[in-house]
C-alpha cells in the first residue's frame, strides 16, 4: 500500500473524464510501457554515443535498434522484472533473517544470469540472426557482459530491493537499464 501522499499524487495523474495521463501510466502496475520507451532510449543513446567516439556527422540512425529494445523491454523486461520482484517479496519475506541479502544473492545468481541470456536469445531473434549467431555472441559477449553487470547492477540492485518500495522497483531498474541497455547495444556494434 502506497502512503496516502503518494496515493494522492498519483490520483492526481488522471486527465479529464477519468483517463489516465502520461504520468499515471507511466506509474501503472499493468503497463510495461516505461520498460520499452526506456530500453529504446537506452539503444538510441547507445547509437549517439556510438557515433560521437566515431565522430560521425550523419544524422541517420539505426531505427531497428530501438525498435528491437522496446519490443524486449515491453514484453520482457517489464512483466518479468515485475513478476520477480513480486516471487522475491513472496519467497523470502521481510521478516526472514538477511532477507535484504538473500533477495540480493538471489537476483544476482540466478536472475541475472538467466534474464542476460534471454537478452541475448530475444535480440538474436529480434535480428533475424541463426543459433550459431547467438552461440558465437554467447560465447564471446555473455562473460564480459555478466561480470559487468555483477559490477553495475550489485549496487543498484542492493538499493533497489533493500530501499524501493515494491511498486516502484521495476520503475527503479529501468531508469538504471536506460545506461544498462546503452552499453549492452555497444557490445552488439
Not at 547492477?153 to 522497483?169: D, H
Request: glycine residues 8%; contains cysteine; charged residues 15%.
Amino acid at each position: 500500500s502506497l502512503p496516502p501522499a503518494w496515493r494522492l499524487s498519483l490520483s492526481l495523474g488522471q486527465g479529464s473524464g477519468g483517463t489516465p495521463s502520461c504520468w499515471s501510466l507511466l506509474f501503472s502496475d499493468d503497463l510495461p510501457l516505461h520498460s520499452g520507451i526506456l530500453s529504446a532510449l537506452g539503444n538510441f543513446l547507445a547509437q549517439m554515443i556510438e557515433k560521437k567516439r566515431k565522430k560521425e556527422n550523419s544524422r541517420s540512425l539505426d531505427v531497428g535498434g530501438p525498435l528491437r529494445y522496446a519490443v524486449y523491454g515491453f514484453f520482457f523486461t517489464g512483466p518479468l522484472s515485475h513478476f520477480f520482484y513480486l516471487f522475491m517479496e513472496h519467497w523470502i519475506p521481510p521478516e526472514v533473517p538477511l532477507a535484504g541479502l538473500r533477495r540480493l544473492l538471489l537476483d544476482r545468481l540466478v536472475f541475472a544470469p538467466a534474464f542476460l541470456m534471454l537478452f541475448f536469445l530475444i535480440m538474436n531473434f529480434l535480428e533475424g540472426k541463426d543459433a550459431s549467431a547467438f552461440a558465437t555472441k554467447m560465447r564471446g559477449g555473455f562473460w564480459p557482459a555478466l561480470r559487468m553487470n555483477w559490477r553495475v547492477w550489485t549496487p543498484v540492485q542492493f538499493i533497489n530491493i533493500n530501499y524501493i518500495p515494491l511498486k516502484f522497483r521495476v520503475l527503479f531498474a529501468n531508469l538504471a537499464a536506460l545506461f544498462w541497455y546503452a552499453y549492452l547495444a555497444s557490445l552488439g556494434k
